[in-house]
């Protein structure tokens, strides 16, 4: 990871932005250790996790936006890294509604 793509630095993990961007303020949240992937966190780490992932959800509701995180799980893949993408509050779906209207 290039230095100045590091926003934050934290015990387990840093916040940086993506080489190539999928779409406007795309994040990364990656682990500082090697790790496979995020199922694999102690409680402590996973605390820092948690505190990330508010802190992204809370700056992007100031903005009228939730946040959406996703993973890539591969055999090939070594270093675990959490994708953050931020949605519009006014698209997300009730899942119980959509379940619902699939029935």
Same mark, same amino acid.
């Given at each position: 990871? #290039? &230095?100045? *793509? ?8 840093? @916040?940086?932005?993506?080489? /190539? ?24 780490? #996973? &605390?820092? *996790? ?8 809370? @700056?992007?509701?100031?903005? /009228? ?39």
């Amino acid at each position: 990871m #290039e &230095s100045h *793509l590091i926003v934050s630095v934290g015990e387990s993990f840093y @916040c940086a932005l993506p080489k /190539g961007s999928l779409v406007e303020d795309h994040i990364l949240i990656i682990p500082i250790e090697h790790l496979p992937n995020t199922l694999v966190l102690s409680p402590e780490v #996973e &605390s820092e *996790l948690s505190r990330y992932q508010n802190g992204l959800r809370n @700056c992007y509701k100031s903005q /009228g936006n939730d946040a959406v995180f996703f993973e890539l799980v591969s055999k090939r893949v070594s270093h675990a890294n959490l994708q953050v993408r931020k949605v519009p509050i006014a698209n997300q779906v009730d899942l119980f509604e959509f379940k619902s209207y699939l029935q």
